[in-house]
């Protein structure tokens, strides 16, 4: 059986100066209710980087997400994003960085209404005036190739299995050109070689478009394939933040426990 | 040996007040107020400023406007057939047979077409806004349109509740009109009364200040509707269940609000426009 620890990270390792942070988080604190989600989480993500957030569920992985592209505030701390701080921004402002990000929402949440070229043509047709509809057409094509769903383009998201509206899905985030990818458990209910599949592609257009990603996952071989760093939480804060090696030879137990049942 | 400690006799503490479901339902009530209070605040403020989702809003128009209509029609027949034959009844028994065409047409445009119409387009609308919305909410959708940097509020909630603004009145003068067909026919059956004579006679009189009003006081009904059904589908919570919920509380809390707005609406045309 293949394990994380017997396929090498593909990718680079990055120096400090390369870490211009493109999203900042520091001291953040979330609750719902008496439910404390996120403890004082800081974590830095810079250009080009792909941070993977390792993590049981409802340790805030998700939530931690959410913060960042402004769909939820946090209760305490800050979210910058290019040195931006998210609170208090206009809506106006909002939408302008979030135009500068990409997210794929851990079950996709393609618009049941549009067919797929559609759905990725969605921000096209919102945020490029310009463009004609048949361009727009041409440009979910060419994103829906990019993601392998080139034969799909008028099917309903109803008619495609869960791991082509991950494609879909990925394709859609791709839309604007974003400079930050962020992906919400991109392999959550896909089987193992969907999963690669999904991972291979993360990886190919992280190279081909040099975006900084947040990956939000359980899966720890898909971590280490497509993550430069991956930080392990609980109890909504950083366990270790590092990459898979510094993982392997930490000696807190629960680390070592997340990575042996994992 | 051992020994038995004895037991601590503590005074018991109520652990359910009276109080306590009253100040919880006070609370709910306030705060849904609040909420919706600001939710119509974020679409005025999403409506008034650009980019104008008028596609949108077109596809909305269709929606609520044209296929609404035969169901609406429909309602608005069988009020007039049920108007022409309660009046005819109730006028007889007072010797004022002559004032029949007069009564239908006062009964349904300035009271039971607007209801109508506006209870109909509840039920059918609101019910559906509700659930297309709570779906939506519930499997993440208008998440995905706020992270792609479209303001949900324009594209979802502003073009909906102004395509009810402007589509009620349009489907009120339909109810009316094909209530006072029906119930002009009704009539027509049993005694000979010509279209014109009926219409002449039942307009006799009246002025603009008696229909216009009840007619265009649908809009406020579209408002409701559309404003409720809206607020509700946003604020989904919990999967099927939460979107079965929307759905229904769209339709309970808009008709309930909407005959509420009409108690209201008829005392201020009342005042207004004497």
Known sequence: MVTATDIPSQQPKLEAEDRASAVAVENVHKSFGVNKVLNGISLHVGRGETLAVLGRSGTGKSVLLRLIIGLSQPDSGSVSVFGEDLAGLSIDKLSAIRKKMGFLFQHAALYDSLTVAENVAFPLQHHRSEMSKSERRQRAAELLAEVGMDGSLDKMPSDISGGMQKRVGLARALALDPEILLLDEPTAGLDPISSREIDNLILKLQREHQMASIVVTHDLLSAKIIASRLALLDKGNVVIEGNFEDLEHSDIAFVQQFLKQS | ?274
């Not at chain 2, 108007?83 to 300035?110: C, D, H, N, W």
């Not at chain 2, 589509?167 to 003068?173: A, D, S």
Request: proline share 5%; hydrophobic share 55%.
């Open chain 2, 1 to 274: 040996m051992a020994t038995i400690a004895p037991a601590v006799k503590t005074r018991a503490t109520p652990v359910f007040s009276i109080a306590d479901p009253a100040i919880k339902f006070l609370s709910d009530f306030f705060e849904w107020f609040g909420d919706l209070g600001i939710f119509f605040w974020h679409v005025i403020r999403a409506a008034v400023t650009p980019p104008y989702e008028w596609r949108e809003l077109i596809r909305q128009l269709d929606e609520v406007g044209s296929k609404s209509l035969p169901l609406v029609a429909l309602a608005g027949a069988a009020v007039g057939v049920v108007i022409s034959l309660e009046a005819r009844y109730s006028l007889s028994r007072f010797g004022a047979k002559s004032m029949f065409p007069a009564t239908l047409v006062y009964s349904v445009i300035q009271v039971m077409g607007p209801i109508i119409t506006g209870l109909v387009v509840s039920g059918r609308v609101g019910a559906g806004i509700g659930a297309e919305l709570a779906s939506m909410k519930v499997t993440e959708q208008i998440d995905a349109i706020e992270a792609s940097a479209i303001n949900p509020y324009r594209l979802l909630a502003a073009t909906r509740i102004l395509a009810c603004i402007l589509m009620l009145p349009l489907l009120t003068i339909a109810a009316d009109v094909s209530g006072l067909l029906t119930g002009w026919f009704a009539q027509a059956l049993v005694e000979p009364l010509s279209f014109h004579q009926f219409i002449e006679s039942g307009f006799h009189g009246a002025t603009f200040n008696a229909f216009l009003p009840p007619t265009f006081k649908t809009a406020v009904y579209g408002l409701i509707i559309g404003l409720i059904a809206c607020f509700q589908g946003m604020r989904t919570r919990g999967g099927a269940e939460g979107v079965g919920r929307a759905a229904t509380n769209s339709v309970v809390i808009g008709s309930l609000f909407l005959i509420l707005a009409d108690v209201v609406l008829v005392k201020f045309i009342l005042v207004v426009f004497p």
